[in-house]
C-alpha cells in the first residue's frame, strides 16, 4: 500500500493502541488456565470468520469477446474469490456467451446503460447470491479488458480482507500507447484533494476493491465516467478508509486518435457533473445547518 485517506485511517494513527510486540512494551501475560483456552477460542473465532469471508469478482463489460475469456479465468485464481459475475452492459458481440463459456455467472442490460449501471446491476446479484448465516462477499470490480494480468489485482484483496482499509485503488503502470495528457486525471485529483483534504495518485482507476458497507455508502453512483471520482469523494467525506495498492496490470488503453479524444471528452464531462453535483450537495447541506433553528432544551412543568 502507498498512500491512504480517510478520518479513519486518521483517527487510527491517533488512537491506536500500542503494538504489544514493538520494542519496548511486554506482550501481555496469561497467567491462568481459564485464559489460556479463551484466548485460543478467540483465535480460532477469528480464523474461522477469515475463511467464511468471500471475494466476488464483477466486470461491467461492453463488446469485450475477445478478451473476455482470459479475463475471467485469471480472475477466478485470484485467492478467495468464489464468484466471478459479468455484466454484459448491451454488448454487440458474442462478449455474454464468450464469459459464460469461460465460467462466469452473466446478466446482461438489453442496451447501453453505462459502467455505473452495471456496477450496481453486480453488486446487487451479488447480494442476492450472498448467504443470508455468512459475511457479505467483498466486492471487487475489475476491467473487462485485462486478459491475463486480472489475476494481478489480488493485491487490492489483503488490506480490505483483513480490515486494514474500506476501499482499495490500484495503481498501475503506464500503458503503452496511452495517449492521453493527464488533463481529465489532474481535474480528478484536484477534485477529490480540494473536498477531502487526500491527494489521490490515479483518481480514475476503475480496478476496485471495497465492503458491501463501503459500496451501498457510495450509492447512489455517479453517472457515466464520473462514478470513481465520485465514489472516493464520497467514501472520503464519510469517514471510509481509502488506500491505493500497486497492480502490475495492463488493458487497453485510449489512444490519440479521434476515438481516443472522444472517450477523454466523455471522461472530463462526467468527472465535472460527479464533482459539480458533491459541491452543491455539500453547500446544500452547509446551508440548511446554518439556517436550521437551534434545538431547544426540553421544558420541564411543575
Known sequence: MTRTGGKAADDQSTTA??????????????????AARKAAVDERKAAAHKARQRVAVIIPAKDESRRIAATVRSARAIPHVDLVLVVDDGSEDDTQHVAREAGAVVVRHSHNRGKAAAMETGAAVVAMRDAPDRQPRILLFIDGDLGETAVNTAPLVPPVFEGHADLSIALIPPQPG??????????ARRAIASMTGWTPTQPLSGMRCLTRAAFEAATPLAHGWGVETGM???????????????????????????????????????????????RVRRAAGAVKRSVAPAQKPPQTHR
Not at 493502541?17 to 481459564?34: E, H, L, R, W
Not at 469517514?239 to 487497453?252: A, I
Open 17 to 34: 493502541p500500542a503494538d504489544p510486540t514493538a520494542d519496548g512494551v511486554a506482550a501481555p501475560v496469561i497467567d491462568s488456565p481459564a
Open 178 to 187: 496511452a495517449g492521453g495528457r493527464g488533463i481529465v486525471v489532474g481535474a
Open 232 to 278: 472516493t469523494i464520497d467514501l472520503l467525506r464519510r469517514g471510509f478508509r481509502v488506500v491505493e495498492v500497486p497492480c502490475d496490470l495492463r488493458h487497453r488503453p485510449s489512444g490519440s486518435d479521434l476515438k481516443g479524444q472522444l472517450h477523454r471528452a466523455a471522461q472530463y464531462r462526467d468527472v465535472q457533473l460527479a464533482v459539480n453535483a458533491r
